[in-house]
């Protein structure tokens, strides 16, 4: 059976980049279905836009870390970064939006060949514990005894890579807003089965990243301007 997929994850208020990925999505396209798996707003300048633009997909979306701390409130899992601006970004989607983050499950199951694919933002357990790339086969292989799919898809991290483990495909679809793999390039995956099998491929997309660090500084956000460093380092930070 040959399906295909378009999944995206951690938009983090960037409209920009996630209209450049939907645009190549569309050219790449069709597609039998499109996943979200998470962090739609907190971060970016255009949590409101970017919302709106992912509700009218009407895809299946799951809940991010990022979407829950909205929602509850100050959480002891969110950094001084998030803390600084998830008002600002609440204020922007207001009440109905923040109802929609309620609304959003923290597992997606799609039903497909070999046993489909299991959509979660971080992990199958919680929000925040990251799948590194290189962790290690055995530990991983029980951390994920309980997934019951042929591929596995994922967020969170913000760095796109995708690992064979066993008979399950493992496709980390990474970050549209805020790549972290040193890479400014939005990013979305494709993942296919066709006879040999589950597949995926990222594709990275060329946007104005600039313009929207520019914007970072300027909306008003709290912390923009951390946040235009984050956007334009597009690494994890080793200090
Ligand atoms: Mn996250």
């Given at each position: 059976?040959?399906?295909r ?61 990022t979407d ?8 002891i ?6 803390r ?40 199958p357990d ?53 790549p ?15 006879d040999?099998?589950?597949h ?6 060329v ?10 500084e ?6 923009g ?15």
């Open positions: 059976m040959n399906v997929i378009a999944a995206f994850s951690d938009t983090h208020g960037n409209l920009p980049a996630l209209d450049a990925v939907l645009e190549d999505m569309s050219r790449q396209g069709p597609f039998d279905h499109v996943l979200m798996a998470g962090d739609l707003v907190e971060g970016g300048p255009h949590p409101a836009e970017t919302m709106a633009t992912i509700r009218a997909l009407n895809c299946p979306v799951v809940l991010g870390n829950s701390y909205l929602t509850a409130g100050p959480d899992g969110m950094s001084d970064d998030e600084a601006s998830s008002g600002w970004t609440a204020e922007r989607i207001g009440p109905d939006g923040l109802a929609y983050l309620r609304s959003l499950p923290r597992q997606y199951h799609l039903p497909g060949p070999a046993g489909g694919i299991l959509m979660v933002h971080a992990n919680n929000l925040e514990d990251h799948i590194h790339p290189d962790e290690d086969a055995r530990a991983l292989e029980e951390r994920l005894s309980g997934v019951q799919a042929g591929v596995l898809v994922f967020g969170h991290l913000h760095i796109a890579y995708q690992r064979r483990l066993g008979p399950l495909l493992l496709v980390d679809v990474a970050s549209v807003g805020f972290r793999d040193g890479d400014h390039r939005a990013v979305w995956a494709e993942i296919y089965h066709d040999m099998g589950w995926a491929r990222h594709h990275r997309v946007y104005d990243m600039e313009a929207v660090a520019v914007t970072l300027q909306c008003g956000m709290p912390n301007k951390k946040r235009a460093k984050v956007l334009r380092q597009a690494r994890y930070k080793h200090k």
